[in-house]
């Protein structure tokens, strides 16, 4: 069982739908969780991070973390065509194995017009 | 240049060639990391340097593979007899600072290397 698991897609939804894109994690160390979008032949783009538990809004996008569940969601409303690209959950433990990012597969995702 | 650089954008070399990717990171950032990703997969982590030391070289999976950034700048990762399981995008990104930095890592628009 890998450490992160994310469902590859791919994901199509009309343009207006609400996404719900989400990874499942092993490694309780976890403390930093991260949402990359990464566009086709572009490296990650970072869309949101948040520390620990709980819920992070930023304009059309909301990343919750459940430690509990080691469950993490990223929710994106009226979705946009331009919405379309790979979207890679990433985390790191705290402390001094902070810099390094364990990535999810990644989940394609297209919005149709 | 705004963001991380790297080149070249393509490369394609025969099995059992040496290859170097180079990084030139977002001035003024002493992190600079290194990861490996393969089609389909998410980026695997290679190396993490602070300033000219690699301060994690565990994810380099042998020998083939060297990483150097002698100035604490631009880096070059270096490989050796390349092999077809070689081939992917290696992604270059760089951050402010060391630990607890992640977050703040911006990433290059990747090299990709086939070797046929």
């Known amino acids: 069982q890998k450490e992160v698991e994310q469902d590859p897609g791919p994901l199509s939804v009309p343009e207006g739908a609400i996404v719900s894109l989400n990874c499942t994690y092993s490694?309780?160390?976890?403390?930093?969780f991260m949402w990359y979008r990464q566009y086709s032949r572009k490296g990650p783009e970072l869309l949101m991070y948040?520390?620990?538990?709980g819920n992070k809004e930023d304009g059309r996008f909301t990343a919750q973390v459940d430690k509990s569940s080691k469950y993490i969601s990223l929710f994106i409303r009226d979705s946009q065509p331009s919405d379309s690209a790979t979207y890679l959950c990433?985390?790191?433990?705290?402390?001094?194995?902070?810099?390094?990012?364990?990535f999810g597969k990644g989940t394609k995702l297209s919005v149709i017009p | 240049g705004a963001g991380v650089s790297q080149t070249p954008s393509n490369k394609v070399t025969e099995k059992g060639k040496y290859v170097e990717l180079r990084c030139d990171p977002i001035?003024?950032?002493?992190?600079l990391y290194w990861y490996r990703q393969s089609l389909g997969q998410g980026p695997e982590f290679l190396i993490y340097?602070?300033?000219?030391?690699?301060?994690?070289d565990s994810g380099l999976p042998n020998d083939r593979f060297f990483a150097v950034r002698p100035e604490g700048s631009v880096s070059t990762l270096k490989i050796q007899r390349t092999e077809r399981g070689d081939s992917a995008v290696y992604l270059c990104?760089?951050?402010?600072?060391?630990?607890?930095?992640?977050?703040?890592?911006?990433f290059g628009q990747g090299t990709r290397l086939t070797v046929v």
């Open positions: 990104a760089s951050s402010l600072g060391p630990v607890e930095s992640s977050t703040e890592a911006f």
């Open positions: 490694n309780s160390a976890f403390q930093y």
């Open positions: 948040t520390y620990s538990s």
């Open positions: 990433a985390m790191s433990a705290a402390g001094a194995g902070s810099y390094q990012l364990t």
């Open positions: 001035s003024g950032h002493t992190a």
């Open positions: 340097f602070q300033g000219t030391g690699a301060a994690d």
